[in-house]
């Protein structure tokens, strides 16, 4: 979802610097460790060299939010997951040339081909049969959509999806409310015109959302985590994150750690959510969070 304004800026700054904190006190791996050259085996960051170990035979794509990029959304997590073996890629998808500086701004289609077509070059240079797919806010809803549209069911194992839009979002009533002064011709007009068609998607009965839900949403053969924090103010009401299917395990953060106040754009940074996708990615290893953090609440 959109994060534009200086309060917005100054709570994603106070989250990663705390998460820099950790860093240095030893709490998670660090990103220098994480991203070895030409590493077989040993985990790494874009490293079209890095061959899955056994321990993690599949690599894992990350896909960032809306108004954001590979290396400021999931950047910390991936690093968190390089440093413990996997082989991981990322890579910044749905960017205008009027825009250079931040993606997922095309229409979720548009941008679900792009990524298609990414998890297919990682799976070609790495040799694995199938990667697992973790995604934020519209990443989320494009790790649903990718497995459920692009006809690549075979290629992906998990797919892990940290606060989905999974059936549109009325941003804390915002979009309810511009519905009914508006209308909803009005607000896709808007959102055309400023260059983001992609929130169009993320409301309501939007064409991605209509697309995704039209029928089951989780695919055969592939292990669906939704996670998402009861106090997201961004993706409301924070049910309809859920994907409520057999085969789907939808949690919330609060399940674990019922103190952690963490919001929509903290949940990229939250150790506790880290631990979830780490349970969601190797289940055969999984572990109850024994010590919470405290998340962002913006």
């Known amino acids: 979802m959109a994060r534009t304004s200086r309060s917005t800026r100054t709570r994603r700054w106070l989250s990663a610097t705390g998460l820099a904190l950790a860093l240095a006190v030893g709490l998670v791996p660090s990103a220098q460790a994480a991203s070895p050259s030409a590493s077989r085996g040993a985990g790494g960051i874009n490293d079209f060299g890095c061959r899955p170990s056994a321990a993690h035979p599949e690599p894992v794509v990350l896909l960032h939010g ?3 990029t590979w290396y400021e959304d999931l950047n910390f997590l991936q690093a968190d997951l390089a440093a413990r073996g996997y082989c991981t890629f990322a890579d910044t998808y749905g960017e205008y040339p009027e825009f250079p500086l931040v993606g ?11 990524i298609k077509e990414y998890v297919e070059r990682v799976r070609a240079a790495t040799g694995a049969a199938r990667v697992s797919v973790v995604g934020h806010s519209e990443g ?3 790790a649903l959509y990718l497995a459920k549209m692009q006809g690549i069911q075979k290629s992906i194992g998990r797919v892990v999806a940290i606060a989905p839009p999974t059936h549109g979002t009325d941003a804390a009533g915002l979009v309810t409310l511009g519905d ?3 209308g909803r011709g009005a607000l896709d007009a808007i959102a055309a015109k400023l ?3 992609v929130l169009s998607d993320e409301f309501p009965g ?3 959302i209509v697309a ?9 053969g592939i292990a669906y985590t939704v996670i998402t924090s ?3 103010e961004l993706v409301t009401p924070t049910e309809t994150a859920f994907v409520r299917e057999p085969g789907v395990h939808n949690v919330y953060v609060q399940d674990s750690c019922p103190l952690d106040p963490v919001g929509h754009i903290g949940e990229a940074y939250d150790l506790n959510v880290w631990h979830l996708v780490r349970n969601a990615l190797d289940p055969a290893t999984a572990r109850p969070i024994r010590v919470c953090a405290v998340g962002s609440p913006g």
């Open 66 to 68: 809306t108004f954001a």
């Open 104 to 114: 997922g701004l095309r229409p979720v289609a548009e941008s679900n081909v792009e």
């Open 140 to 142: 989320g809803l494009q």
């Open 180 to 182: 009914k002064l508006l």
């Open 195 to 197: 260059g983001f068609p």
């Open 206 to 208: 939007g064409p991605a």
């Open 212 to 220: 995704l839900n039209n029928g089951p949403v989780a695919q055969p």
């Open 230 to 232: 009861r106090y997201d």
